[in-house]
Every structure is written in C-alpha cells, then in structure tokens.
C-alpha cells in the first residue's frame, strides 16, 4: 500500500454519497446536498495534486493541500453527522469512517508527515472506490463527471484511464478500456504486470455489471494470445470452466447458502494463501453477498455473516489496494453482530490485514491510531464477559 496510487482512486473519495444525495435522500434533505458539495470542491483541488508524492508535497501546492484536506475533514465530519442514526446500513458506517480517516489525513499533513498524509488520503479512498466496484452499473452519480475536470486524460495510462472511469461509473467504457489493453502487444514492464488490471476487470464484469459471458470471451482470448504468460495460460481454462457452469449465480435469487459454498470452492482451489485459483469463486460468491446485502430485513446475524464474507472474498481477490474494501466490510461485520463468532473471525481478519498493509517488509510501526482502532474493535468483538 506505500507505493504510489494513480490519482484517479481519489475521484471516487465522495460518490459513493453522491448517489444517496441525488437519488436516495429526500428532495427536501439539503444539509446532505450543501455537504456533498462540500466534499466535491475538496476532492476537485486534492485530486490533480495526487498524481505524484512530488506534486502533493510541492511548496507551491502546500496551502491548497492543507486547506482542501482541512475542508474534506470537516465536510467528512459533517456528512457523519448527517448519516448517523440512519439505521445499520452502509452509508452510516462509510461516514463515520470517512471522517475518522479525514481527520488522520489533515493531522499528518499538518504535522509535517506529507507522505504518511497521502497514504491516508489515498487509503480512504478505497471504500468509496469499493463501493463504486459493487453498486449495480445502473445507478450513477449526477455531478461525477465533473470531478476530473482538471485531470488531462492523455496524461494517464490505459489502465489508469480504465479505473477513472469504474470511478465516475462508466463501466462499459472501463471494460473497454481493459479488454483493450489486455489484449494489447507487451509492456516495457513485462507481462507480469497485466495481473493487476485483469483481476480489476473481473471485478468490473462479475460483480458490477454481472457479465460473466463477456469475462469469459476475453478470458478466451487471452488463452489463444501467444504471449500470455504459461502460469496464467494454465489458470485460464479451469476460470473459464468455473464462469460456464457457476455464472448463472450473478443473476440467480441470492442465497447465503449459495455464497458459502462459492466461498469454500475458492478456498479448496487456492493452495497456498494468495493463488489466484480461486478469484472466480470469490468474485461469484461477492456478487451473490453484495445483492443479500441489500435486502432491508436480512436478519443481523445473516447480515453480519454476509459482510463477514464479503470481507475475506474482496481480500482474496484483491491485487491492488484501490480496489478492495475488505477491512471496512470486516469492520461492519464486527459492529454488526458485536461480541459474536462471527465478529471474533471478522476481528481476526481484519487485525492480519492491517498488521500486512501497514508493516509488510519494511517494518513500519504501527502508528498509534491504527492501535487504537485495533484495540476498540478486539473490545467491541471479543465474548462479553459473565457476570457471576
């Protein structure tokens, strides 16, 4: 997660509000607009300056970056206020989230950590972008397109463009976008590299526009591609096979018996921790959860479950940090069926994922809020204790 992040993550920092704002919230709930606004003018000056750790931490750029993270914390704030006591969904975990990671964001910065700073600011992202990766292709943001006014497309590369539009919901042009350049001739790079942008395109046309058809035709191609690499030429049959016979599910009733089995086949297909045998199971089985979850009178256990689920299946599948939502669904399962089996497991993921992203190779020490993050959620999952 320390290596730099394309600049177009941060695009999606607010939409996933966006879309309750001009679509969900009431004609007449105006505090949410004003502060939808809000976030959209901070994101709007944050995000040309977060191409580069150079541009972020320019001299020249210093004020606008100070006062723009200034802003979005306090419009994070405000939109946490807004979304409180909503009711257990989504949209009421994402906000108070946003404006913990806001404030984390605005004190490094301040504190003349800029490069710690930009870590947070991108790292919050990826909830929003996660959302943006799981919300059904025909809902969309009014004003999201304006966000990359200021962005120079010619300027990103193809798979950076391929993610500005899964950030603005324009997903047909993104699997384009994807399609093409997986089948495009090598880059300098190597072929390795083609790993992380096809793993993001499943996750486009399996979860969000539920085309298990179109994944397998380019899964197809790739096969036929004479430079595709061997280890990935033996993978492609069985992801083919597992996409004929198991596709039906993305469109099927959902079912929690469904998804625990879709998860279990990604588990026995893995044989060893991150193989990437098992991202059609996972990306099926996080298909199925994402619609269960959005049923209104899905029981607390059953929901906590799902989110629990859904957590280890978008770790799993994940090859870039932009596009995983896997701790903060591993958050909601914890806050959902607290002091539970399920929220104990959920814990447990979660405190591996943080402790990987935050020391990896380089040691890093934990910084003293991700402690107390971990601290309050082993509280609030661990089995409350018996009173005599």
């Known amino acids: 997660m320390l290596r730099a992040f394309a600049a177009v993550t941060t ?27 809000e976030l959209y003018g901070a994101v709007s000056e944050l995000l040309p300056r977060c191409l580069s750790n150079e541009r972020f931490q320019a001299p020249a750029d210093r004020e ?7 802003k979005l914390a306090q419009s994070a704030d405000a939109l946490s206020t807004h979304l409180h006591g909503a009711g257990p969904d989504e949209l009421s975990f994402r906000g108070a ?36 990766s799981r919300l059904p292709a025909e809902k969309s ?10 962005i120079d497309p010619a300027a990103l590369s193809p798979s950076e463009r391929a993610r500005l539009d899964v950030a603005t919901r324009q997903f047909d042009a993104a699997l384009g976008e994807y399609e093409a350049l997986l089948v ?17 395109y499943l996750i486009v046309a399996i979860r969000v526009v539920r085309a298990p058809e179109r994944a397998e035709k380019l899964l197809a191609k790739l096969e036929k591609r004479a430079q595709t690499l061997e280890t990935l030429r033996e993978q492609l049959g069985p992801w083919r096979a597992q996409l004929t016979h198991q596709g039906h599910v993305v469109r099927d009733v959902p079912s929690l018996a469904v998804a625990r089995r879709l998860v279990d086949a ?24 994402h619609r269960l979850l959005e049923e209104p009178k899905l029981a607390a256990g059953d929901r906590a479950e799902a989110y629990y689920l859904v957590g280890l ?41 943080t402790l990987l992203e935050w020391t990896g190779s380089a040691g890093t020490q934990l910084p003293d809020d ?19």
């Open 313 to 353: 299946t978008d770790s799993n599948a994940r090859s870039s940090p932009w596009l995983s939502d896997g701790a903060w669904y591993l958050d909601a399962a914890i806050h959902t069926k607290p002091h539970s089996p399920v929220a104990v497991r959920a814990f447990e993921a979660y405190e591996d994922m």
């Open 11 to 37: 695009a999606a920092l607010f939409l996933a509000f966006a879309l309750r704002a001009g679509s969900d919230a009431p004609p007449s709930d105006e505090a949410i607009k004003a502060t939808m606004h």
């Open 64 to 70: 606008v970056v100070k006062a723009s993270l200034a």
């Open 97 to 132: 989230a946003l404006a913990r990671d806001a404030r984390r964001a605005q004190a490094r910065f301040d504190s003349g950590r800029p490069v710690d700073a930009r870590f947070t600011a991108l790292a919050l992202t990826e909830a929003c972008v996660g959302c943006h």
């Open 266 to 289: 990604g588990k026995a297909a893995r044989s060893y921790a991150y193989s990437r045998a098992g991202i059609i199971y996972d990306l099926l089985a996080s298909s199925v959860l």
């Open 141 to 150: 943001a009014a004003f999201s397109s304006g966000l990359t006014a200021k």
């Open 370 to 388: 991700v402690v107390a993050d971990l601290d309050r959620l082993r509280a609030l999952a661990q089995p409350e204790a018996k009173s005599l």
């Open 184 to 200: 495009s001739p090598s880059p300098e790079a190597g072929e390795a590299i083609r790993m992380a942008d096809l793993t993001e």
